[in-house]
């Protein structure tokens, strides 16, 4: 499975922005799918995971009601709307996927990633 994420960009506090993953090779709804970042100097974080059903979402404490994960298994898509966007916000933004057996936040039990997608966000 090949990952290719994209959507980032530069925006003000307070914006929304998308991000989308699109996946090539393999069955994607049998992928669990996850969002994770990682800020200059920090650890990467766990951000969002969506079931290959689409029915189980996890998040985040600190994005839970500000950010959506979603996805299209028609399109091999997943994706990261992001809402109320804060300068702390700001980090490249991963996509994974994992063969499906429940939505986890631990990126060690993922099997693919994508690229990443620069999010920075001004104050």
């Known amino acids: 499975v090949q990952l290719q994420a994209s959507g980032g960009g530069l925006v003000q506090a307070g914006d929304s922005l998308r991000v989308s993953c699109v996946a090539s090779?393999?069955?994607?709804?049998?992928?669990?799918m996850g969002w994770f970042r990682q800020a200059a100097g920090k650890e990467r974080e766990f951000v969002a995971a969506?079931?290959?059903?689409?029915?189980?979402?996890d998040y985040a404490d600190s994005v839970k009601g500000r950010f959506t994960i979603s996805r299209d298994n028609a399109k091999k898509t997943v994706y990261l709307q992001m809402y109320s966007l804060k300068p702390g916000d700001t980090a490249i933004y991963y996509c994974?996927?994992?063969?499906?057996?429940?939505?986890?936040?631990?990126?060690?039990?993922?099997?693919?990633w994508g690229q990443g997608t620069l999010v920075t966000v001004s104050s």
């Open positions: 969506i079931s290959g059903s689409g029915h189980t979402k």
């Open positions: 090779g393999g069955t994607f709804s049998a992928y669990d």
């Open positions: 994974a996927a994992k063969r499906a057996k429940g939505v986890s936040r631990l990126g060690s039990g993922y099997d693919y």
